[in-house]
C-alpha cells in the first residue's frame, strides 16, 4: 500500500477557486475525476485519517499516486470541464453507463439533401434528429407507418433511391401514396424537406396545432369545392390521430417533459426515462448504472443528466427528477446550451415534482426504475456463468481449498434489544435453497456478538448429531410454502442440515465474526471457513485480521455476497416481526373486554405493531368496536410495556 504522504500536495499549495480535480495511478491512468466550488475544502476531505473515509475511497487513494487540478473561472465551467474529462478518460471510480443501444429510435436525416425517416439503434449519425427511444421495435414500425400516410417522405434506402432514380420509375411506397417519390420528381427537394420537417415538428410535440391546422384545410377545401384535396386531407388526419391514440396522455397538451426516475443501492442504479412530448407519453429509455464511490441520490442525477444528453437527444424544456444536485443552476445553463444547439428554443428547468399529475407521474417511473433494478439483480444472478466465477473469486480472495458451493448466512434481528431472534439461509451454487432456510428464537442474549455465538452453536450442534428433531427454540421453515410463519407444520427432514457449508457468512463485522470463530473453536470444527460482510462499508472481514478483504464493486463475487446478506436480513426482519405480533397479541388478550376480533382489528387498522403502540387514546378509539374505556386501557398497557 503506497503512502499519501509521498505525493499529498500541502494544503496551502490548493487554490481556494473552483475547479475540476483528477487523481491518477502511477502509470498515469486517471482513476476519478471531480469538481469543487472549493477546491481546497474538497481534496482536504480525501487526506483525512484513513479509518475515517468510506471504504471505496479509502481504495481509491490508496490506489493513486498523484492528484491534479484545473482552476477554471465558475462552477459552470467547472461543470463542463468534468464532463469532457469523464468522456475523454473514463476513470474507473466513476460512476459508469452500462448503454442501452437495444433500443430502437425514429430518425431522419435532416443532413442529407432529400431526407430520409427510418429504424435505427445507432444513435449518432449527423445532422439527424432521434425521437424515441421505443421499447418495441413493432411500435416504431406501427408509428412509422401511420406517419408516412400523413407525411410522405422518403423512408427507403441509398441503393432503392438511386435505382429509382435511374429508372425514373418510384417505388411501391410512391404508387401508394407514402412517399411523395423526389426520386422521379413529383416534388423537388426543397418541397420534400419542407415535408420531413413537418414530420419532425409533429413528432417533437407540435401535433394538436398540426391537427388543428388541417382540419382547417380541410374546410378550406370542401369550401372551395376541391373534394379531392379534402379526401387527401381528411385520411391525414385520421393517419395522424390514430398515432396519437396510441400515445397515452398523461399530462396536459402544452407540456414537454422529461421525467427520470432512479433506484439504487450499494452497486448499481436503474435509471428510468419517459420522454412526455405534447402531455404524451412519446419515449422510454432505461439503462443501468454501476456506482463505484459512494453516491447520494443527488449526485445521481447530477451524473446521469450529463450523459442522458450526448449530442443524439436534446433536453425538454421541463426535467423532473428524484433529488436536485447542488449545482442545479449550472448544469440548468450547461442542458439549455445543448438544447439550443439541437436547434430547439426555451430555457431548461430542472425541478422536483411536488404535487399533482406530474408527481404521480414521477413515482410511476420511480417505481419502473425500481422494477427495472430488480430485474437487473435477478438476471445477473440467473447466470450460470456470472455464479460460477463469484464462486471462484470468493474462493481466491478468502484463501480457500475449494469454491464453496454452500453458502450459509446468519443475520440476529430484534427491536430495541427485546425479542431477539436470527435467521439462516442457504444458497447453493449460487441460488437459493428457500426450502433449507432456518429460523431461530433467543431465549437470553447479552448482545448481538452472544446471539451469533448461540445460534452457531445450535446450528453447527447437527454436524455432530445424527438425531431426528429440532432443539428448542428452532423453526424449520421455507420461506416459499404457504403455512405461515409459525413453523407449526408437520416435523420436516432433517438431512440438509446435515450438510456441510462451504462458508459461513456473518450479517456483520470483526466482532460478529470473531464470535462465530468462537463457536467454531468450541465446537471442534477446523475445516469450515467463515467471514462477515459489513452492511455500510461492504467490507469482508475474516477473523483474526486487522484489515477487511476489499472486492471489486462491480465482481460478481461482491454481488453474491451482498445478496446472501440482504436474504438473510430479509427473513430475520419478517420473523422478528411476527413474534413481535405474537406476543402483543398475548399482552392484549389480558385487557378485559377486548378478545381476538378487536385484537385483529387493531392490528389491521394501524398496519404494524410500531404504528399501534404510538398511536393515541383518540387514534385508538377511532377502531370500530374499541371504546374510550378500553382505548384508555390498552394505551395504558403499550406504554408501560415500551
Sequence with gaps: MNSREQWRPQRG??????????????????LYVGKA?????????????????????????????????????????????????????APPFNVKFRDDKTYPYVAITLADRVPRVMITRTRGIPGARYFGPYTKVWAVRETVDLMLKAFPMRSCGESTYKRAQATNRPCLLGDIGKCAAPCVGRVTPEQHRGIALDFASF?????????????????????DLDYESAARIRDQIGALETALAKSAVVLDDDTDADVFGIAYDELAAAVQLFVVRGGRIRGVRGWVVDTELDVTMAELVDTVLQNAYDGTTFPAREIIVPALPDDVAALQVVLTERRRDAGERGAVVVKVAQRGEKAALAETVATNALGALVQYK?????????????????????????????????DVSHFGGKNPVASMVVFEDGLPRKDQYRKFAIADARDDTDAVYQVLRRRLAYLHDEQSGFPSGEVADSDADARGESGAAATPTRKSFHYRPGLLVIDGGQPQVAAAARALRDEGLSDIAVCGIAKRLEEVWLPDSDFPVILPRSSDALFLLQRLRDEAHRFALRYQRTTRSRDIRTQLSSIP?????????LLKHFGSVARLRAASVDELTAVEGVGPAIAQLVHRALRSDG
Design 378 to 410: 435477478t438476471r445477473r444472478s440467473g447466470d450460470f456463468t456470472a455464479r460460477s466465477q463469484a464462486l471462484a473469486d470468493i474462493q481466491e480472495a478468502l484463501g480457500l481449498a475449494t469454491a464453496p458451493l454452500r453458502l450459509e448466512c446468519f
Design 203 to 223: 413528432m417533437a410535440g407540435n401535433d394538436e396545432g398540426y391537427v388543428r391546422a388541417l382540419k382547417a384545410a380541410m374546410a378550406d377545401a370542401a369550401r
Design 37 to 89: 466550488n472549493n477546491l481546497r475544502n474538497r481534496l482536504s476531505n480525501y487526506f483525512q485519517p484513513l479509518h475515517s473515509l468510506h471504504e471505496r475511497t479509502r481504495r481509491m487513494v490508496t490506489t493513486a499516486q498523484g492528484v491534479e487540478w484545473t482552476v477554471v473561472g465558475s462552477e459552470l465551467e467547472a461543470l463542463s470541464l468534468e464532463y469532457t474529462w469523464i468522456k475523454e478518460f
Design 593 to 601: 373486554g377486548l378478545g381476538p376480533a378487536r385484537t385483529s382489528e
Design 13 to 30: 499549495e490548493i487554490p481556494t477557486e473552483p475547479g475540476v480535480y483528477r487523481f491518477t495511478d502511477a502509470t498515469g491512468r486517471v
